[in-house]
């Protein structure tokens, strides 16, 4: 198993672009997760999904948007990059709520 | 307040030493407990989860748990320098969503030889 994969892994975008960022997990988990981590920072929610078709906001989802059509992908969509985006984004799955939590590698996301 | 406080560090433990790591959480209603280790430009992973008052072991790692007091602990024995890395604490209410999973900012753990 591959377990949770993420593209890119660095990207630069200019203020007012656009881009998804990619996740998918290969472990049949329900629990999807988007986080995005600043500079000495623990991680904040950004979305999350109980399973296909179901998502919701977590702690920052403003300037975010997701959507989970099937099991394994869990995109993560900027639409206006913002200099206050510019941060690590980390995608995670687990099994139910209670399980542990598996991360990808990560996508380090730099908006100038 | 912050919901989930952890001294930033860094922490500095010889080699073979006990390093201790603290974490302190203010909502009573919080069930679950993890500890997760991030190298430094990596994903974080797991390393253990604690869900009742008490130590729980795990080789070298045993996770405290105090819930009347609302912290949570880990300590490393045998100290290696793999070890060194940032240690994130996260907590979970039993009765809340998936959004209230809250990591704290992480300590710094720097074994020295």
């Known amino acids: 198993n591959a377990g949770v994969t993420q593209t890119p892994k660095f990207r630069i975008l200019k203020i007012g672009q656009s881009m998804t960022l990619q996740c998918t997990q290969d472990?049949?988990?329900?629990?999807m997760y988007w986080y995005r981590q600043d500079p000495g920072m623990g991680l904040k929610l950004i979305y999350y999904?109980?399973?296909?078709?179901?998502?919701d906001k977590g702690e920052v989802p403003n300037g975010y948007n997701v959507s989970r059509s099937t099991t394994e992908d869990f995109p993560l969509r900027l639409e206006l990059a913002a200099p206050s985006q510019t941060s690590v984004y980390f995608c995670?799955?687990?099994?139910?709520?209670?399980?542990?939590?598996?991360f990808g590698p990560g996508t380090r996301l730099l908006v100038l | 307040q912050k919901e989930v406080e952890q001294n930033s560090g860094p922490l500095s433990v010889p080699e073979g030493a006990i390093a201790s790591l603290n974490c302190t959480y203010s909502?009573?209603?919080?069930?679950?407990f993890f500890w997760y280790r991030q190298y430094s430009g990596k994903s974080p992973e797991l390393i253990m989860s604690?869900?009742?008052?008490g130590d729980k072991e795990d080789g070298r790692f045993t996770a405290q748990l105090n819930k009347a007091s609302q912290y949570v602990s880990l300590l490393i024995r045998d100290s290696q320098p793999s070890d060194s890395a940032t240690y994130l604490c996260a907590v979970k209410s039993e009765y809340s969503s998936a959004s209230k999973i809250i990591f704290g900012s992480g300590t710094r753990l720097s074994i020295r030889p």
């Open positions: 472990m049949n988990h329900n629990y």
């Open positions: 909502d009573r209603g919080s069930q679950s």
């Open positions: 604690i869900y009742s008052n």
């Open positions: 999904s109980v399973g296909a078709g179901i998502t």
């Open positions: 995670a799955s687990s099994w139910s709520r209670e399980e542990t939590q598996y």
